[in-house]
């Protein structure tokens, strides 16, 4: 027969049971509700600090900079604006740049080459959902040229992500640049 108890602690105003029963174990079973709401609201809070730096970012036009920030943040969307804004000033009137003319030579090229490993496995995960939309896929063509051209092919054959996609990249390998 399990027997439950009702306690309170009356100097850290804290709620909770205690649970025994035949098995010789006692449960102490505590409210953590606060705990977890107030956990909540932090994260909520450094997201919006984070949110606003990558804003004022890309305000101020440290898009390097922002780039990363939203890569480590895992924001797809506000990468691709960030790099759809490099590759506007770095063209010129309605002339756009083709992926094999994306090199490290630009400034796409410069910022993407500037990314650590991890980020690039990022981005490039991005860029393989970018081109699997037809308003997208012109900058996830670009920017999977950009990576291709900057890291070397052992390395791209040893991340699981690009093994994985190749089968999905080689519909666009006229573009891309490999066959």
Same mark, same amino acid.
């Given at each position: 027969?399990?027997?439950?108890?009702?306690?309170?602690?009356?100097?850290?105003?804290? !709620?909770?049971?205690?649970?025994?029963?035949?098995?010789?174990?006692?449960? +102490?079973?505590?409210?953590?509700?606060?705990?977890?709401?107030?956990?909540?609201?932090?994260?909520?809070?450094?997201?919006?600090?984070?949110?606003?730096?990558?804003?004022? +970012?890309?305000?101020?036009?440290?898009?390097?900079?922002?780039?990363? !920030?939203?890569?480590? +943040?895992?924001?797809?969307?506000?990468?691709?604006?960030? +790099?759809?804004?490099?590759?506007?000033?770095?063209?010129?009137?309605?002339?756009?740049?083709?992926?094999?003319?994306?090199?490290?030579?630009?400034?796409?090229?410069?910022?993407?080459?500037?990314?650590?490993?991890?980020? !690039?496995?990022?981005?490039?995960?991005?860029?393989?959902? =970018?081109?699997?939309?037809?308003?997208?896929?012109?900058?996830?063509?670009?920017?999977?040229?950009?990576?291709?051209?900057?890291?070397?092919?052992?390395?791209?054959?040893? =991340?699981?992500?690009?093994?994985?996609? !190749?089968?999905?990249?080689?519909?666009?390998?006229?573009?891309?640049?490999?066959?």
């Amino acid at each position: 027969m399990d027997c439950f108890t009702l306690i309170t602690d009356v100097k850290d105003r804290e !709620l909770g049971f205690v649970a025994a029963g035949q098995s010789s174990m006692i449960a +102490l079973y505590k409210d953590i509700s606060d705990i977890h709401s107030q956990t909540i609201k932090e994260a909520q809070e450094v997201s919006i600090q984070q949110q606003q730096e990558l804003d004022n +970012l890309v305000r101020v036009g440290e898009y390097s900079r922002a780039l990363k !920030l939203a890569i480590k +943040l895992n924001k797809s969307l506000n990468a691709m604006n960030i +790099l759809m804004k490099i590759q506007k000033t770095q063209t010129t009137s309605a002339e756009k740049l083709s992926a094999i003319e994306m090199s490290t030579g630009t400034v796409l090229g410069r910022a993407v080459a500037s990314l650590e490993t991890e980020d !690039l496995k990022k981005l490039f995960m991005f860029a393989v959902k =970018w081109i699997s939309n037809t308003v997208t896929v012109l900058i996830g063509q670009q920017v999977i040229g950009v990576i291709m051209s900057s890291v070397p092919n052992s390395e791209l054959l040893s =991340w699981s992500e690009f093994a994985r996609h !190749l089968t999905i990249l080689q519909g666009h390998s006229s573009t891309l640049g490999f066959y």
